[in-house]
C-alpha cells in the first residue's frame, strides 16, 4: 500500500471524460464514458477481479436460497465510469459503468440533491457487493444520461450509508432486469426497471438494448468509450453482427452470459462450450482452473508473484498463438497483442516494465460451475457488444480495434 497522497495520485491514471462531443444519430444518442485505473499495489488486479468473481457464485447461490439478491462490483482496480444527472435541474454525478449489476443507485459520494421531480417510494433498497454494499430508500427520479437522453420516474437508489465506493457517487447498473429482484424491502419480488428499460418504455428509444464500444488503450489520450442505448452504431464496428441467446446455466443465465468455447491456436482446445459472462467490471479474462492449466502450457507462462499474472519471455512472445473465442458459430480472434497487458502500464500493477504480462487468469474453480469464463474489458475492448433484453440475447462484432497492436 502506498500511504502518500502524491503517490496515489501518480498510481492514477483518469482517462478524461469531458472533452468528447456527444453523438447523436437519428433517435440513437450514445453517452461517452471514461476509463479509470486505481491500481494500489501488487497483485491488487487479479485479486479484485476474483473477489468480484467469487461473489458472483455465492450472492446467487443466498438468492436461491431466499436472502436478498447481491451481486458483486466493488473493489474494482480499473473501472467504466460515466458523468450522470439526477433530477430537475440535474446534479451531477460520477457512476460505475457496470455491466455485472442492475441496481441504479447514488449517494456514496456526492449527497443527493432532491429536487420537484423528487418522488419517494416506500421501499428500501440494499445491496451487497462483496466487501461493499450500500443500504437506503427507492426514489423515482429523472435521470439524465445526456439532454436528449432522459428517463423519468427512474426508480433509483438513495444510499444512506455505503462501504467500498470511495472516488465514486454510485452505480449505473446495466445488467438485466431480474438482478434487481430481492434487492427492494418490503416488495422483495418486485424487479425495477434499468435505465435501458425506462427509455425503451418511455420511448425515447426503438428497442430495449444497449450498446458499448471502447478500444484498447495505453495512455490518457485515448478517444472514449460509448455507451449507446437502443441501437447499434456501425461506426464502431466492422462485419457481421454475431448474436447469442442468453445461456440457460446458472447463475451465468442470470448476468449477460453466453455459452462459449476457447480454443489456442489451430487445434488446442482450452475449455469446451461453457458459459461465460461479459463483465465491464472485471479487468481481466478469467478462466476455470483446468482451461487456465492448459492455456499456461500452452503458451509457456508462468506465474509471476509479484503481479499475480502469468508471465511469458519476449521469445514467447513472438510465438505466442492467438486465442479463438467461439460465440455463436463464430471465432473471435483474441491475437497474441491483446493477449498481454499493455506494457506502458506494467509497473502500475507491481511488475517492471520490460516484462510480458498475460491477461488471461484463473477464476479459481474447475469447469462445470455454470459460470466458468468471464470476458472482461481486456475483452470488451477488443469488440463491440449489444445487450439485448427483449430478445435475450447478446451480440458480438469486430471493431477496428480487434487487431490493434497497442500492447
Ligand atoms: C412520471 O410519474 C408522474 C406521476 O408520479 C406522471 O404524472 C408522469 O406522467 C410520469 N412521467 C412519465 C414520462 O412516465
Ligand atoms: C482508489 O482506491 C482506493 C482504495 O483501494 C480508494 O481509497 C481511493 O479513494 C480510490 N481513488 C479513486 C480516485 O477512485
Ligand atoms: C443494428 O442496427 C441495425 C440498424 O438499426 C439493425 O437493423 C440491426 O438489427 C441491429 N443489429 C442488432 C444485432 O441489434
Not at 455465492?58 to 480499473?78: D, F, Q
Not at 457487493?129 to 444520461?145: A, I, K, P, Q, R
Not at 519471455?313 to 498463438?321: I, R, V
Not at 455454470?370 to 481486456?378: H, Q
Request: proline fraction near 6%.
Amino acid at each position: 500500500m502506498f500511504p502518500t497522497a502524491p503517490l496515489t495520485a501518480v498510481l492514477l491514471l483518469i482517462v478524461s471524460v469531458a472533452a468528447n462531443p456527444i453523438v447523436v444519430r437519428k433517435t440513437l444518442v450514445s453517452l461517452p464514458f471514461a476509463r479509470r485505473l486505481n491500481i494500489t499495489g501488487a497483485h491488487d488486479l487479479i485479486q479484485k477481479d476474483r473477489t468480484r468473481a467469487r461473489n458472483m457464485f455465492n450472492s446467487h447461490k443466498n438468492k436461491r436460497s431466499g436472502t436478498p439478491g447481491s451481486v458483486s462490483v466493488t473493489n474494482v482496480a480499473v473501472v467504466y465510469e460515466a458523468s450522470v444527472g439526477i433530477g430537475a435541474p440535474p446534479t451531477s454525478y460520477t457512476l460505475l459503468v457496470d455491466t455485472g449489476s442492475s441496481n441504479t443507485w447514488i449517494g456514496a459520494g456526492k449527497p443527493y440533491v432532491p429536487t420537484g421531480s423528487s418522488v419517494p417510494l416506500p421501499d428500501s433498497v440494499c445491496v451487497t457487493y462483496g466487501s461493499g454494499s450500500f443500504c437506503g430508500m427507492e426514489v423515482l427520479e429523472t435521470v439524465t444520461l445526456t439532454p436528449t437522453l432522459v428517463v423519468h420516474n427512474q426508480s433509483i437508489g438513495i444510499a444512506s450509508t455505503s462501504t467500498g465506493f470511495q472516488g465514486f457517487d454510485g452505480i449505473l447498473g446495466l445488467g438485466p432486469v431480474d438482478l434487481t429482484i430481492g434487492t427492494l424491502s418490503p416488495d422483495t419480488n418486485t424487479p425495477i426497471p434499468t435505465v435501458t428499460d425506462n427509455l425503451f418504455l418511455q420511448g425515447t428509444t426503438p428497442a430495449d438494448l444497449l450498446s458499448i464500444s471502447f478500444q484498447p488503450t495505453t495512455t490518457a489520450s485515448v478517444k472514449n468509450g460509448e455507451l449507446m442505448f437502443g441501437g447499434n452504431d456501425t461506426t464502431q464496428f466492422t462485419g457481421p453482427i454475431t448474436t447469442v441467446p442468453i445461456t440457460t446455466a446458472f447463475p451465468a443465465s442470470e448476468f449477460w452470459g453466453v455459452d462459449e468455447s476457447i480454443r489456442y491456436g489451430a487445434s488446442t482446445i482450452i475449455l469446451a462450450s461453457t458459459p461465460g459472462i461479459f463483465d465491464t467490471g472485471t479487468t481481466l479474462i478469467l478462466i476455470a482452473t483446468n482451461g487456465f492449466n492448459l492455456y499456461k502450457s500452452a503458451t509457456g507462462a508462468v506465474l509471476d508473484a509479484n503481479t499475480g499474472l502469468l508471465r511469458i519471455t519476449p521469445a514467447q512472445f513472438s510465438n505466442l498463438k492467438s486465442l479463438f473465442f467461439i460465440i455463436g458459430g463464430t471465432a473471435f480472434e483474441f491475437t497474441a497483442n491483446a493477449q498481454i497487458w499493455p506494457r506502458s502500464l506494467n509497473t502500475l500493477i507491481g511488475g517492471t516494465a520490460s516484462s510480458i504480462y498475460l491477461v488471461v487468469n484463473d477464476i479459481g474453480t474447475p469447469s462445470g460451475q455454470g459460470l466458468d469464463i468471464i470476458n472482461g474489458f481486456t475483452f470488451l475492448e477488443r469488440f463491440y457488444t449489444i445487450y439485448d433484453t427483449t430478445n435475450k440475447q447478446v451480440g458480438i462484432a469486430k471493431t477496428p480495434f480487434t487487431t490493434a497492436t497497442t500492447n
